[in-house]
């Protein structure tokens, strides 16, 4: 990326967090104060080189896409523009932590990472002599992140921190948003649109969490170029046209066979003028007995309690593009649900924006838990799922004070999917799959939970987007191009893995994904040449649950990861695993790091967190 802007008369700066890479200190956590004021300051010293004119803008994906909202809310002078990419403006709405008041396995996951990847150490090429004095401080104290995040899981101060949502008004620079529908940021992106006063655009193609000039599925575009536009445009002030565009543009995707992943997302290009869209419009489609109505059918209790296993073919909360992450056919776990369709469509319906299922209901727990699926449903039975929310319903007035449900108790509540821009053909139908379980992208409740719906009283709203004529006038983007790539020789190759068992004797499942950092191309072991650097990465995830028993349910990881050059040698292997009861949590870890073959650490965490309405 930094060679490309490099080519067009920038300078790229990029950063390692305090504590993480060749930086100094100790990584605390994510998206500390003392993060942003370090970005700050760098910022501030940027606009005082000499070969600076003293505009500066900040870009990232992820963490750094955080990192850019953060700092535009401070209000740098030097700031002029950002690019935020699968990013979010709410950490506790979005941030691989909660998903609707429920709590992601991906906290487990993403936590565990990170408490590997803050293990490791600084390179001696660059930090010299003091290498294994930073790197002791470093192991010293780690922090058990999953752990550390479990103890918020209501919208507390923790998450209104860094949440640039708390005030939009503070932003004034010009921020472009871009994400993907496979990310699991996406939401973020007509957020922004809509509350920033600014100057804005949004972007977002079928990508998953991933750059637009690599990403899959595609279509790739020339993202780099894309940049360069936005930069030009913002700071050195030449008039490239981008700001004469369409507010957003968005990839309206087109049925797809559910697959395990795509190369390439059928549809096309779609623009507004703003966001949001005074075009769209909502359409009610109402949850009668077993099918979906123009009209309210009379009113019927239904019941359901999905098997703990519901959810094993939903895919990752976020996918990178790699093998399996993408959702598949989604009939197994529409037979674990209550499933409302349409009738076979008789002419092409083309939504953009957020679904929404307003459910009216009753439950026998004091906790519980639903996921709400939007499918498109084929001629021959195939589902592929559309959007989705999981959705915990003691948050059902608010994720800074739930309350837990009184069961038998009847309650209405509106259920804010994901956003999507999707065209439903003629001759598909339309369902909602509602179940009481989403294993293992969600932790299951401390008891199973029987969920009453009541059918002619729950609706389905879909924004529905009139055709647009000049859509097809839009100017392609140009094909991908990106800087010189630094070479690198695999040396282990490693196949990833990603397996389903059921354990016929115990009625236990074991969902296993395996494989390396997905870097170097498939690659566990690689050396980058330029600077002899051997680096090796392996990740084994594996989930349990039984069919009944949610309290069965159990997560490991398990990571081991090496850097090498010449007579230098670091090891480290970290290990985490996550348990219930009905009232708490159990987080353990291990940490080992060896130099050469002598052990240098060995510690243990034993951490048990109350379940606070989980």
């Known amino acids: 990326m930094n060679q490309h802007f490099a080519g067009h008369g920038y300078v790229g700066v990029r950063l390692d967090v305090r504590g993480i890479g060749d930086s100094e200190g100790i990584l605390r956590d994510e998206y500390v104060a003392q993060e942003q004021d370090d970005a ?98 470093r192991l010293t104290n780690n922090q058990l992140f999953p752990a550390l995040w479990m103890q918020h899981p209501h919208r507390d101060d923790y998450w209104q921190h860094g949440s640039v949502c708390e005030d939009f008004s503070v932003i004034d620079c010009a921020v472009y948003a871009v994400s993907g529908w496979s990310d699991g940021y996406v939401n973020a992106v007509p957020r922004l649109l809509e509350a920033l006063d600014g100057p804005r655009k949004g972007l977002i193609g079928p990508w998953p969490h991933a750059f637009p000039h690599a990403a899959t599925p595609g279509p790739r575009i020339g993202f780099f170029q894309e940049a360069v536009r936005w930069w030009d ?50 359409r009610r489609w109402y949850l009668n007995v077993l099918a979906l109505g123009d009209q309210p059918g009379a009113e019927d209790s239904m019941r359901v309690r999905s098997p703990q296993t519901t959810g094993l073919k939903g895919g990752d909360f976020y996918g990178f593009g790699s093998e399996g992450d993408a959702p598949l056919d989604q009939r197994e776990d529409d037979g674990c649900s209550l499933a409302f369709d349409s009738d076979p469509l008789t002419e092409r319906i083309e939504i953009f924006g957020a679904p929404v299922v ?27 799922r559309v959007s989705y929310e999981t959705f915990n319903l003691s948050h059902r007035d608010s994720h800074e004070h739930p309350e837990a449900l009184e069961p038998g108790k009847r309650y209405v509540v509106p259920i804010q999917l994901n956003d999507i821009a999707y065209a439903f053909a003629p001759g598909h139908t339309i369902r909602v799959a509602i179940s009481t379980s989403y294993w293992p992208m969600i932790w299951p409740d401390p008891a199973p939970v029987e969920l009453t719906v009541y059918a002619g009283a ?93 309290l069965t349910a159990s997560a490991t990881i ?57």
């Open 40 to 137: 700050e300051d760098a910022t501030e010293w940027l606009t005082r080189q000499p070969w600076c004119n003293g505009s500066v803008g900040m870009i990232g994906l992820s963490w750094s896409g955080i990192n850019a909202l953060q700092v535009a809310a401070r209000r740098p002078p030097g700031l002029k523009a950002i690019i935020t990419m699968c990013s979010t403006d709410d950490r506790y709405a979005d941030d691989a932590h909660y998903k609707g008041g429920c709590l992601l396995n991906e906290i487990f996951g993403w936590g565990s990472a990170l408490f590997s990847l803050n293990a490791c150490p600084p390179d001696p090429e660059i930090a010299g002599e003091s290498w294994r004095e930073q790197w002791h401080q």
């Open 233 to 282: 445009y913002w700071l050195k002030g030449i008039d490239t046209g981008i700001m004469d565009e369409l507010t957003v543009r968005v990839w309206m995707e087109d049925w797809a066979h559910p697959a395990p992943s795509h190369d390439e997302r059928p549809g096309r290009w779609v623009a507004e003028e703003q966001w949001p869209s005074p075009r769209i419009h909502r």
């Open 358 to 384: 307003n459910l009216a209901f009753s439950v026998d727990q004091p906790i519980a838990h639903v996921a709400v699926r939007l499918n498109d449903v084929a001629p021959d039975g195939s589902s592929a």
């Open 458 to 550: 729950s609706s389905l709203d879909l924004p529905v987007r009139p055709p647009r004529e000049a859509d097809a006038e839009l100017a392609p983007f140009p094909e991908p191009e990106r800087g010189p790539e630094p070479s690198h020789t695999p040396l282990e190759m490693t196949e990833p893995q990603r397996t389903i068992e059921t354990d016929l004797t115990t009625d236990e499942t074991i969902y296993t994904v395996f494989g390396d950092s997905g870097d170097f191309g498939g690659a566990a072991l690689a050396r980058i040449d330029d600077i002899d650097l051997t680096l090796g990465y392996t990740m084994e995830k594996v989930f349990r649950i039984g069919q009944h028993d949610p």
């Open 558 to 614: 398990d990571q081991k990861t090496t850097f090498q050059r010449g007579d230098w040698s670091v090891r480290i292997e970290c290990l985490t695993a996550l348990t219930a009861d009905a009232d708490h949590f159990y987080v353990y870890a291990t940490q080992q790091a060896f130099e050469g073959d002598t052990e240098v650490d060995n510690r243990e965490w034993n951490e048990k967190i109350p379940r606070r309405l989980l």
